[in-house]
């Protein structure tokens, strides 16, 4: 059964993708590899990952400076995240909408519904997020 | 957002297309973070010296393309006017002088100094450092400015009690064109109270424990101000130097992500742990132990398993001329192991006074070298076959293994050197 999460859209917009759930907020530069959009941080939960083409689904953003940038570049090399569905705003995140202008969507109360590989609707909209999940 | 007369004419156009880009962004961009009117500021730091990296991406070197699409995020190529503000060059990717030890060629090396040479037409201070403030960017207390590199606004804001959030390419890029930055965030006195604080029961006394300090309390805080006291921070130690606060912001801002921090008798905002708090009570309070510092160290440790070091990076955030001058004395009449290069990374202004004092020399003829303008970590290189590092610098400790791949150690200074003298890293 498809589930309907409500919360608040943030950048308007919709977009569907696999969704991938980071349990650690993500770094920008030294965070991911703009060419395939690893997580290469070290020590990170889910290192190893890529965020190309997923809806990522992180407590927020964090680390250095470089994290629009990087996130920029990973855009115009095809690595990016179609949607964002996050925790917390700062001034690295909110400086990497702007740029990335990808749906974006925060204050889902059950968050933790989202598990990585689930299908997501994101509607920036109307700030919600379904989920259409396999079996 | 509420936007003033000047502001609706950039963002009509009045100005040309790179001021209303600049602004629209800045309007974007500052509504995602609530910002409800956008503030004047005279003082930002960006990087917008363009390499290969992004060269490739968009199949031209021209420096006025590469400008117009990562720094203003544009499709088109627009002609860009003088820059309204006063904007500085943070650190880049490559030594102008010394590009050839970075692997560089030489038409790429020429790229670089056109992208350099278009910011300094349109009215850039090419200081080309993480550490502006130690080259004569040294903004007043309670200036309002736009600075990029984590490691310069924990500093501005916490040290000199300047206001900044941290910006990014594209956002500082948008400061320096208009003269304007959202007013929101670490600009509001609101927001630059402590919520965290830190009973610190470890003694903290040499430049390699602010660092390990630093990195464990961004580890503790994330994104909160914390307020620093205990024990470990009185006695024999005194204050910290210029150079520990460095280290310490640097390394807080790579584990978490602190903007800014308070140490009360050395910060100047808050004379005394209630008055960080601003007279709350803090949301959260952690406790520094030697347990702590020991799993810091080994955290800081953890991609390193070989002990034949390749590779010694000192000067992260660059090194001030103290620093410089340590790794001198150390080296002073000694020669490196065969097998392991040390490369100093210190602002090019400190760099000229460390070849007039003799520093530079003395390290060169123990076989290493000094450079300016660029680290490993920002330009991606090191030395040829460079498999395991060693620095003195959590911060670098944490982002070159990731960046690049290979192992490091972290340790002090002179544990630093010595390795680079005996080509290992001393057993445990």
Redesign the interface.
Known sequence: MPELLRGRG??AGRASGPALVCTA?VSGW??IDPATGTI????HPQHGRSVAGTVLVVP?A????????QF??AK??GTAPLAIVFG????????????LRVPAVTGLATAGAIRTGDGLEVDGTAGTVLIRREG | MQLSPADERMLAGDHGPAVAAALD?LV??GD???AERLVDTDNVCG?NIFGP??AR??GTTDPAALFS??SL?LDATVDVPPFRAHSCQLIGPRDRDRWDLQGITPDDAAAMDDSERYLAEKGVDLLSTCTPYQVGNVPRYGEHCAW???SA?VYINSVLGART???????SAASMLTGRTPYC?YHLDAHRRATHLVDVRHPVRTTEDWNVLGYWVGRQV??AVPVLTGPGLTGATGVPTPVQLKQFGAAA??S??VEMFHLPGVTPEARTVPEALGGREPAAVSVYDAGARAATVA?LC??ATDRDVDFVMIGCPHASLEQVREVARLLEGRRLADSTALWVFTPRALRTVAERSGYVAAIEKAGARVLSDTCP?IGQFLPPGTRVFATDSAKQA??L???MGVQGWFGSVRTCVTAALDGRWPDA
């Open positions: 943030v950048v907020p030294g965070g290469v941080e070290n020590g927020g964090k680390g250095s400076s470089g994290w629009s940038g920029h570049l115009l090399l917390h705003m700062n001034s690295k995140l909110a400086l990497g909408l702007a740029v | 962004l974007r961009y995602l973070m609530g990087a990296r992004h991406v968009l699409r990562f995020d990029m590199e984590s606004v959030n941290t910006e990014g390419r594209e956002s965030g994330q994104d801002a790579s978490g992500d955290s953890r991609t970590a944490h982002y293994p990731a960046i």
